[in-house]
């Protein structure tokens, strides 16, 4: 027994916990601790939202395993309110200090594993630190916010910051029947993803009254005559509210790693190898606090999601433990990541086109087509087919997947899915149209989503589907036609918009002049894709708008389109 290798790893939850679990599978001999300096080692931190908003009815079901389970099934010593204080490389061993009793104490270590995650961000701002302001972690930060809910019997909160976590918790306080105003620096919510596909979430928030400040930073905060907050604004406005929830986003702990001389990135992660190895042979790192190889462009990036985390801590623990012909290496990321809305759901994969203009401006060219589409998630004469918005990027090139959004009610997690994995294949447009997938009509379409979605794109990498995109408009000198009937122009166009139906455009050419640019539009692109082909054919420089009039809703407002 004095011969067992000891693994001792800072930090449980997601990585933390699944490292230790893998590890005992792989070396039964091997001594395991795990240091949580919170009061839980394992707990489900993505539900803590729905906790609140009383869908998770006990605190036990967040508990995903204890102490007891842990030395019960993999003999695994956790040791929960014991802070680790700091780390000596050259003694392998930490300095751990106990928080129910005050001790501080030494363990020495063979392999030393970190994972201390993340931190929510907490800005220096005036007020910032006033009672009924809260970020949420953990456990104890729902206890505190459902507390202060229940005693100042709270009717309205502002959420600072609209992406993940604001908006879990903007459907769950709304379900309390609070009224929720949220506070967004960017000009969209969720701003990972694309604007014009957050264009669909707003209008969504605001049918179910949440009160929307968007390009809204804020500057401070007070307390006023009636006990409640004032959320001050810099454009000097002001948002009164009961309770604030600070959703600005996560920083990686890594003071810890800081201090034992660890290598760290440029984005102030951990530095870690394929194997999550840091800069020290015997330490290694994953989850929140580490930065990660983007599986598409392999550059360094921050993803603080608990799928990832988990992955890594197996791979982790094979690195510490498994024969060198079995260890399996870390791909990689690439952000695939899914919210829910009072009933909408987005979800995204890959890069989005923010990301790529982002890379471009660091000199990294990648050369990219994109779609719009509108399917309907099941086949559309089954009953409540409802529609997804979807957006396909992928490569001029080769036509390889780069990335996708998603937004709708229903089967927008599944697509999203399908194409995560044919990007973690390197695959193709020609992939996603020669995908196989299920169908019944109460699940699918003969074409599904994803299969529409590659044949789009394989058609405009042929050269069958000639498009545009509505931001390109502005300056140029384009004849716009409206291919929907009389009604649905009426309904409402573009201004500068002629009306040929489809079905009569064959026999109104003559209206079509031969030396410009021809824009087509319907109502979601499919017409239109139709009508090109017709001008096409007939010698027109015909182009169909992708999206359709849909998307140009959606854009209007981001891209100052008349």
């Not at 067992?4 to 039964?28: M, P, Q």
Request: aromatic share 8%; with cysteine.
């Amino acid at each position: 027994m004095a011969n067992r290798k000891r693994l001792l790893i800072v930090g449980g939850v997601a990585g933390g916990a699944s490292c230790a679990a893998r590890a005992r599978r792989l070396s039964e001999d091997a001594e395991i601790v795990i240091f949580e300096r919170g009061p839980y080692v394992s707990f489900a931190n993505c539900g803590l939202p729905y906790y609140i908003g009383n869908v998770i009815t006990s605190e036990d079901d967040l508990i995903v395993a204890s102490p007891e389970l842990f030395l019960e099934w993999f003999e695994v010593d956790v040791r929960n309110q014991n802070n680790v204080l700091s780390v000596n490389r050259e003694k392998k061993e930490i300095e751990v200090k106990d928080l129910k009793t005050g001790k501080v104490y030494r363990e020495k270590y063979d392999a030393l594993l970190l994972s201390p995650g993340s931190a929510p961000l907490k800005p220096n701002l005036k007020g910032i630190d006033l009672p009924g302001i809260f970020t949420l972690r953990n456990i104890p930060d729902t206890r505190e916010i459902i507390k202060w809910i229940k005693e100042k019997k709270v009717e309205r909160a502002a959420i600072v910051g609209g992406g993940f976590i604001g908006l879990e918790m903007t459907e769950n306080l709304r379900r309390l029947g609070i009224h929720v105003t949220i506070i967004e620096m960017q000009p969209h919510v969720m701003p990972a993803i694309d604007p014009e596909i957050a264009a669909f979430i707003h209008k969504h928030l605001e049918a179910n009254g949440v009160f929307l400040m968007l390009g809204s930073a804020v500057s401070g905060f007070s307390r006023e005559n009636d006990d409640s907050i004032s959320v001050k604004l810099q454009s000097e406005n002001a948002v009164p509210a009961d309770m604030v929830i600070l959703s600005i986003g996560v920083r990686p702990e890594i003071q810890l790693a800081k201090d034992a001389g660890l290598s760290i990135g440029a984005l102030g992660g951990v530095v870690v190898d394929e194997f999550m190895r840091t800069s020290d042979e015997n330490i290694w790192a994953v989850g929140d606090a580490v930065e990660v190889k983007d599986f598409l462009t392999n550059n360094q990036s921050l993803i603080p999601l608990a799928g990832p985390a988990n992955r890594q801590g197996r791979v982790a623990a094979e690195s510490i433990f498994g024969t060198s012909n079995k260890i399996k290496s870390f791909r990689g990321v690439q952000a695939t990541a899914v919210c829910g809305i009072m009933g909408m759901t987005i979800a995204s994969t890959g890069l989005t086109e923010k990301a790529i203009k982002r890379h471009e401006k660091n000199g990294v060219h990648i050369p990219y087509e994109k779609i719009y589409l509108h399917p309907d998630h099941h086949a559309t004469y089954y009953p409540d087919a409802k529609t997804i918005t979807m957006k396909l990027i992928f490569s001029k090139n080769d036509g390889q997947v780069l990335g996708a959004q998603a937004v709708g009610f229903e089967g927008v997690e599944k697509r999203i899915d399908v194409i995560s994995a044919i990007i973690q294949k390197n695959g193709t447009v020609f992939d996603l149209e020669e995908a196989e997938l299920c169908y019944a009509p109460q699940y699918g379409s003969a074409k599904d989503p994803v299969n529409m979605a590659g044949m789009i794109a394989v058609n405009v990498l042929k050269g069958y589907s000639f498009i545009k995109h509505w931001e390109e408009l502005p300056g140029s000198d384009t004849y716009i036609i409206d291919v929907r009937d009389p009604a649905e122009y009426v309904r409402g166009h573009h201004k500068s918009a002629v009306n040929i139906p489809l079905n009569s455009i064959r026999f109104r050419l003559d209206e079509i002049p031969e030396n410009r640019d021809i824009w087509l539009y319907c109502l979601v692109g499919k017409r239109s894709y139709f009508a090109s082909r017709i001008l096409r054919q007939k010698g027109f420089n015909a182009w169909s708008v992708s999206g359709g009039y849909v998307m140009y809703k959606a854009v209007k407002k981001f891209m100052n389109l008349p």
